[in-house]
Structures are given as C-alpha cells and as structure tokens.
C-alpha cells in the first residue's frame, strides 16, 4: 500500500516536471497562444478591479520608499539645475531655430507623438513580479486599437513595446526587458546606436554599438532613431525621448563601442501609459 | 492533507488570491527600490502544511497561472515553483518543525532558490543583455522579505486549512523521534 503510494507520487512529480518541460518546448518564442489569451481576457477585468483598490495601499508603501529617496537625491537635484537653468537658455534658441527650420521642411506635426499616431491611453494592472523580465500589464487592447509591437510611451518618454495583446489587455515589454533593443540617436551629435538594457537595473541602460570615432557626453539626449529602409522600418517612430547619457568614459566608448543611459521613465513605478496605434511600422 | 472539495476549492482561492495580489499589489509596491515576491512563500507554506504533492502541485499551478496572465513562455514559472513547492514538502515530511523560525527560513531560502531558478531559466532562453550586479542586490532583498512576510502568509494559511491538516501527536517515544531542525 505504501510502495503503491509512493510509486504514485513518483507518476505525478514526473508528470508535472514533464509537463512544464513541454510547455516550455511548446510556447517559446510564441508569443501569447490561446490558453494565455483565454486567462487573460478572463482575468483582466479582476486584476484591473484589484489594481484600483490596492492603489491607496500601493501608494502608501511607495510614499515611504520615495521618502527615503528623496533625501538622497536633493542635493544631486540642486546641483542638475543649476546646469539645466543655464541649458534652458540654449534650448530656448534652438527651438526657435527648429520651428523655423520644421516649416521651412513642412515637417511641424506640432507635438511630441509624431503624425498619423493615435495615442490610447491605459493603467498599467500587473507587473512581473522576478528582477528578470521587465513586463507590465495594461488594460488596453485589441479592442481599443492596440496591436502587437505598437510602441509604449508615458509622460516622461518611451517606455517600451506592445509584446503580446488579448482582446482587453496587453503586454508590454519593457526597454529595461532582456528582450528589448531600441535603435537610437544621441542628440545633437546624432550618434546612432542600439539601447540595451542592463537586467537587474531598469535605471541603467545602454547604448551599444555606437561610432567609437564620435564622442558622446554626460547629459546628452537620446531619442529613438526612427529609421526607415526600403522595406524595412524600425517599430518606433522617430524623436520620441529615451534618457540621457548618464556615464560616458572615453574607454568603454572605444573599446567596447557603449556608454550608460539613464532613461527618463521611471520604469520601477509606472502608472499612466499610452500606447501609440496606428502609424507606419515595419 | 486531507483533500476534500471544500479544501480544493480553498487552495484555488488562495492559489488565485495570491497570484492577483501578487501582479496587482506587491509587483508594484517598492521598498529599497525591490518588490517582494509572495509566491514562493505561499508554495513553501502550502508544502510544509500539506507535503510533497500538494506542494509540487500548487507550484506548478500557481507557475502555470503567473506565466499565462504575463504572457510569458508557459512552463518556466510552473517548472521553478514545483521545485519550490516539492522542497518545501520533502522538508516536513523529513524533518519535525518545532521552531516557529522554521516556516520563515525556509520562505527566504527557497524564495532565494525560486529567484535564482527564474535566472537560471532566463539565462538558458538566451538573454542577450548584460546582467547588472544589483541583481545580487534584489536577490538578497526579496529573500529577506519573504523571511517577513512568510510567517504571517504560513500562520494564516495553516488557520484556512486547518480542517484538513493531519495533527501529529505532541509527545513521542524518544526512541521514535525523528531528526529536527533549529528546535531540540
């Protein structure tokens, strides 16, 4: 009776293990299949209920972190803008030369989204809960125009990309996801790269692949390159903001063709997100 | 664990509980710039309190779940959290647990392990990507909470299913003790 038992025991620790192997074999590299979508469309509306009513609880905890952080940062805070104040002045010429220079092109689409997208706007109701994907859940999808690839944005700049959609939710996959490569450029010098991120740490990117022969500097813009080919054209339009330079020493540019980008988002708390429809795509 | 249809239907109400709280609640919630992990400790408590297979099995459940709802590869989260839930379960059924510290240890470690399995999992689907050193960071700071967080998720699934537990006898011939653990 008892070898019976264990022996039983054995079949189903076996099944199981079998199981998830051929799970995994089945649906890597897939994307989302029906029984995902089917759980999904399922659960959204119940995760999206929770989001709302944890929210208060949610928003206590983080006050406490953030409190934490902010003692830290104030003093960093304070010296970035006396540097911003005197940048403002710089800015200020520059753009007054770029709206001449967009009507003089026809290219003023008079935005940050650039034209023919339609931003629809979502909550972001789940987030992978290992340090090794960088996904989140949001509440739109198919049925509000989301397709699969679309481009993610929040106040602050590009957060990532659409990686799976169901009928009332989507997936999206961060820029700090193991999965993500964004093609960018640094402005102005207009050194185009690869942002890659650097998993473990969603405020530490990097820009990989770069001209060792153009020097970049702490500070210095970059934005999503937006490139189109015939035939071939990158997911993300172009000019939308990623981060700044964050460490650029000369030897890892040379030898290893990279430096560390801080992005804009704070892809740790992420509320108010909007993906970008529509547009042209490759 | 005595299995009744009352009992199942209460595993799958804390299986289902514990997954949303998790992706709604404590994924989004940072302390120390980390989230902590509930998952694991709620696969060790469910192998401590009912062993092996209810472990193995609300693991590879609970795995399955979290993988389908993040539309992530199916099988990688069942695969590390049976391993979890199995561990759990073939501790209690080797080893006697007289301290209260027992429960909360084993949720660090094994969350330790879930963490690192999710890596090893990672790593093997091919991240083409550099690994930060905050890794270890987070790693050790979601091991630590589950140490917090484990107990009060133990005491109150041992109150949930408490009907279903078997109760071991209190006083045992010391010829028949079996080996114990951080307890005499």
């Excluded at chain 1, 996959?173 to 102005?188: E, T």
């Excluded at chain 1, 990623?242 to 740790?268: C, F, K, M, N």
């Excluded at chain 2, 998790?22 to 710039?33: D, G, K």
């Excluded at chain 2, 967080?149 to 006898?169: D, K, M, N, S, T």
Aim: hydrophobic share 45%.
């Amino acid at each position: 009776m008892y070898r019976k038992q264990v022996r039983r025991r054995r079949a189903v620790l076996a099944l199981l293990v079998v199981g998830s192997f051929a799970l995994l074999t089945i649906t890597y590299g897939q994307g989302s299949n029906g029984v995902q979508r089917g759980v999904s469309t399922i659960f959204s509306p119940v995760q999206s209920v929770a989001d709302r009513a944890l929210k208060p609880a949610r928003d206590l905890i983080n006050w406490f972190d953030k409190t934490f952080d902010a003692r830290g940062k104030e003093s960093r805070l304070q010296s970035e803008l006396e540097v911003a104040r005197k940048q403002a002045v710089g800015v200020k010429a520059a753009l007054a030369e770029n709206a001449q220079l967009r009507k003089l092109v026809q290219l003023d689409r008079g935005g940050a989204i650039p034209g023919g997208y339609q931003p629809v706007t979502g909550r972001v109701i789940a987030r992978s809960p290992t340090i090794w994907f960088a996904d989140v859940t949001v509440d739109v999808g198919s049925g509000d125009g989301v397709k699969l690839n679309d481009p993610v944005i929040n106040g602050d700049g590009l957060i990532g990309t659409v990686s799976a959609v169901t009928p009332g939710s989507s997936q999206v996959a961060l820029i700090a996801d193991n999965s993500s490569a964004v093609s960018a450029k640094v402005v102005p010098v207009g050194v185009q790269g690869v942002v890659k991120p650097n998993v473990g740490d969603p405020g530490d990117l990097i820009l990989d692949f770069i001209d060792s022969a153009k020097h970049v500097h702490r500070g210095q813009v970059v934005v999503t390159a937006g490139w189109r080919g015939q035939g071939i054209d990158s997911r993300f339009p172009p000019n939308i903001p990623i981060g700044e330079i964050s460490r650029a020493s000369l030897e890892e540019q040379e030898a290893q063709q990279q430096v560390h980008v801080r992005p804009y988002a704070d892809l740790r708390e992420l509320d108010l997100i909007q993906v970008l429809t529509g547009g042209w795509r490759g | 664990m005595i299995l009744t249809r009352k009992i199942v239907v209460r595993l799958v109400a804390i299986g289902l509980l514990a997954v949303i709280l998790q992706l709604s609640f404590f994924s989004q919630v940072a302390v120390f710039h980390t989230s902590p992990d509930i998952l694991p400790a709620v696969v060790v408590s469910l192998g401590l309190l009912g062993g092996t297979m209810t472990g193995a099995v609300s693991g590879f459940a609970l795995g399955f779940l979290l993988d389908c709802l993040l539309v992530q590869p199916l099988g990688g989260g069942s695969l590390v959290l049976l391993a979890v839930g199995y561990l759990a379960g073939m501790f209690r059924e080797r080893f006697e647990i007289h301290s209260p510290l027992v429960p909360p240890l084993l949720c660090m470690v094994l969350t330790l392990f879930a963490e690192l399995g999710f890596g090893a999992l990672a790593l093997m689907l091919g991240v083409d990507s550099a690994v930060s050193t905050l890794v270890i960071r987070d790693l050790l700071i979601k091991s630590i909470f589950a140490f917090f967080l484990g107990w009060p998720i133990y005491l109150g699934l041992r109150r949930l299913l408490r009907p279903a537990l078997v109760e071991e006898p209190i006083v045992r011939p010391r010829s028949g003790r079996r080996p114990s653990v951080l307890g005499a």
